[in-house]
Nanobody, 122 residues
């Protein structure tokens, strides 16, 4: 499967932004999908994920309570909506997918998108 991340940009603190991960070349429902982010000089960290069926979602502490994640099977996309954005949310956001794993360990995901930059200004 190929993943294409999009939707990043510049937003003011307190604003909202949605990033999207589009999948092609595979059966979308076979893959659990998660978002990770990486700020300069830091390791890649789990943000949010959604299971193969879309019935279960999980959020990292950094975005819990102010983000939602959903998947659109008709469009083969997974969307991450982030609200009440903070400057510390600034990072490159990556989507990742795997057929056998759903969790917070980035090393376990076999497929990755190219990343999209999210910048939150104070």
């Amino acid at each position: 499967v190929q993943l294409q991340a999009s939707g990043g940009g510049l937003v003011q603190a307190g604003g909202s932004l949605s990033v999207s991960c589009a999948a092609s070349g595979g059966t979308f429902s076979d893959y659990a999908v998660s978002w990770f982010r990486q700020a300069p000089g830091e390791e890649r960290k789990f943000v949010a994920g959604i299971t193969w069926s879309g019935t279960t979602t999980y959020f990292g502490d950094s975005v819990k309570g102010r983000s939602t994640i959903s998947r659109d099977s008709a469009k083969n996309t997974v969307n991450l909506q982030m609200n009440s954005l903070k400057p510390e949310d600034t990072a490159v956001y990556y989507c990742a997918a795997d057929t056998d794993y759903f969790g917070i360990d980035s090393r376990a995901y076999a497929y990755w998108g190219q990343g999209t930059q999210v910048t939150v200004s104070s």
